[in-house]
């Protein structure tokens, strides 16, 4: 049976009027007071309520408390055992979940009941309209401006241990035993004792695979890759066990990390050299979804666009806020996710005018397609900035037909023609190149009959925007992009987004969606206490101003 709360309608009494003026300007200036005006009734409940019956059965958690519940756990960074306790005891979170009764059932929130309800918003996809929606909510009431905003990643570690190859071959192998004995104990019967049930199943294998000498690790991993390669072709033919995922992956290591040869009668394996292992090979089989970047590590990475304000008047009571999330395995690379953090946007009507971010955000491509959707990307270009003295950008250019008009020296080409689609090449006289004192400097390069400038629209874009680079203006709007690392910084440091207690992708997309969230609610109440300090000293001010003009009033009916 539902069990749903009406928060909209006012109450006839406060039930929070006991604690006073004080006490309760201090709620609503805070967390609490934000979730609780701003986004508690627009929690999309009906999306849990579907799962029930309206009218039999016991009845549910209230689902506004248990949804805000798990909002708010992410925010505080808490485990299950700390959110019952927070629900039962706090006032702070029973304010903001709006909870004016004091019995169990209105308190009180089991581990089981938390788990079971998180496992429905990751189950139904609800991470993103729970962000989506109420970070809408929170620029509306704010005012927030989107026309700029600045994107960048960060790495993020979920709750895995990283493992060498060593610990990824027995862990792999030592799951699927432990799976093959739970699920069919004929077919584990007809293991090798010996190779496998006391290698792996014994109190002191793991210490057996964990303290490898780094002379021993080459013929260790042979071992390994030999059982491996063993248990997989064993057990091929069963479809019983075909469809364990725990013997999918010891299919998946086999194909990434070594390589099957038929020599004769037998197979042979051998290792794949580190250098060729693909980066979205398996890190941990108890996270199968993480991925693998040289730079970064092991685990996810999180791209975050944010809105920024360059107005400092109003920076202090207009919040920056988290416009769009999303997660991803860490190897792919950055520049994949300028399109879908666009179009997430402008879905929602929140698209940035002006999107600042980094070098590997800004192909040539990347900034074509922005511009063609009326967003202008702010990116320096990858790679080495001048292959001669001369580029393009010295050239005169016709802007609408990309002709040479003339050269840097002020001579005009003998002829400019399209070679191809997209290809150009403009003809210099021989004489005039060859004495020409910049020549080594110059891209124009000698041929049969003349000197020849070849190039390609995107040729052109690149070296003007590299010329762009160097201006004022643009180091101006770029700057504003090392704001973005002190997001990142906020993220780990006050919502605990640096290292998660979960595993896999859904349930890591779930966490980080809503600690984003819960960041943009932290900056709204810091916003309320500015405001409100702002205000304060405006009032004094006037009241200053008021006695003033009081007692020169008295001084002039004194006098008069």
């Given amino acids: 049976m539902i069990n749903v709360k009406d928060h909209h309608t006012e109450y006839l009494f406060d039930p929070w009027d006991h604690l006073g003026p004080k006490r309760r300007k201090l709620l609503d200036t805070s967390w609490a007071g934000v979730f609780r005006t701003y986004l508690l009734g627009k929690l999309p409940v009906g999306r849990i309520a579907r799962h029930y019956d309206e009218s039999q059965g016991r009845p549910t958690k209230e689902l506004y408390t248990i949804l805000g519940a798990l909002i708010l756990q992410q925010l505080h960074d808490l485990s299950d055992p700390g959110v019952t306790r927070a629900v039962a005891f706090n006032i702070d979170w029973q304010y903001a979940l709006d909870i004016t009764g004091n019995s169990d059932t209105s308190t009180y929130v089991s581990e089981r009941s938390l788990r079971r309800y998180r496992r429905i918003l990751i189950d139904e996809g609800l991470d993103r309209e729970l962000f989506e929606t109420l970070t809408d909510s929170l620029i509306d009431s704010f005012g927030v401006d989107t026309a700029r905003q600045r994107l960048d990643s960060t790495y993020i570690r979920s709750n895995m241990r990283i493992l060498g190859r060593v610990g990824i071959f027995s862990s792999t192998i030592r799951k699927f035993l432990k799976k093959l004995r739970r699920s069919s104990a004929k077919l584990y019967a007809v293991l090798p004792d010996s190779r496998f049930k006391e290698r792996y199943l014994t109190k002191d294998s793991e210490r057996l695979f964990s303290q490898v000498k780094p002379s021993e690790a080459s013929t260790k991993l042979h071992d390994l890759a030999n059982d491996l390669l063993y248990l997989v072709e064993l057990y091929r033919t069963s479809d019983r066990v075909r469809k364990l995922a725990e013997y999918r992956l010891l299919e998946r290591v086999l194909d990434e990390c070594c390589i099957v040869t038929d020599s004769g009668t037998e197979l042979r394996v051998e290792l794949t050299p580190s250098d060729t292992i693909p980066p979205d090979s398996l890190q941990n089989p108890s996270d199968p ?272």
């Fill in 289 to 560: 979804d993480a991925g693998y970047d040289s730079h970064k590590g092991s685990g996810y990475q999180a791209q975050i666009m944010e809105t920024y304000q360059d107005n400092k008047q109003d920076g202090a009571t207009i919040p920056n806020l988290i416009t769009h999330v999303d997660v991803e395995p860490a190897h792919i690379h950055d520049s994949h996710a300028l399109q879908p953090a666009i179009d997430a946007t402008t879905k929602r009507g929140r698209q940035p005018g002006e999107l600042v971010c980094d070098s590997h955000y800004g192909s040539d491509d990347n900034v074509q397609r922005a511009a063609a959707k009326e967003v202008d990307v702010i990116a320096p270009i990858q790679g080495n900035p001048h292959v001669h003295g001369i580029t393009l950008a010295h050239f005169d250019i016709d802007p609408v037909t990309h002709f040479v008009i003339r050269c840097p020296e002020s001579h005009a080409p003998l002829q400019v023609c399209r070679t191809r689609k997209t290809r150009l090449r403009a003809t210099f006289k021989k004489d005039v190149c060859a004495s020409c004192a910049r020549r080594n400097d110059c891209p124009v390069q000698p041929g049969s009959r003349a000197f020849y400038l070849r190039y390609d629209d995107k040729m052109l874009r690149l070296a003007q925007r590299r010329a762009a680079e160097q201006t004022k203006d643009f180091k101006d709007r770029y700057r504003w992009r090392a704001g973005v690392e002190s997001t990142m910084s906020h993220l780990k440091a006050d919502v605990g987004m640096a290292r998660l207690r979960v595993r896999g992708l859904a349930s890591v997309r779930f966490a980080i969606m809503l600690k984003a969230l819960g960041l943009n609610i932290l900056r709204c109440a810091n916003a309320l206490v500015l405001l409100c300090v702002r205000f304060m000293s405006q009032l004094r001010d006037s009241r200053a101003l008021l006695c003033l003009l009081t007692s020169y009033l008295y001084r002039f009916c004194y006098l008069w």
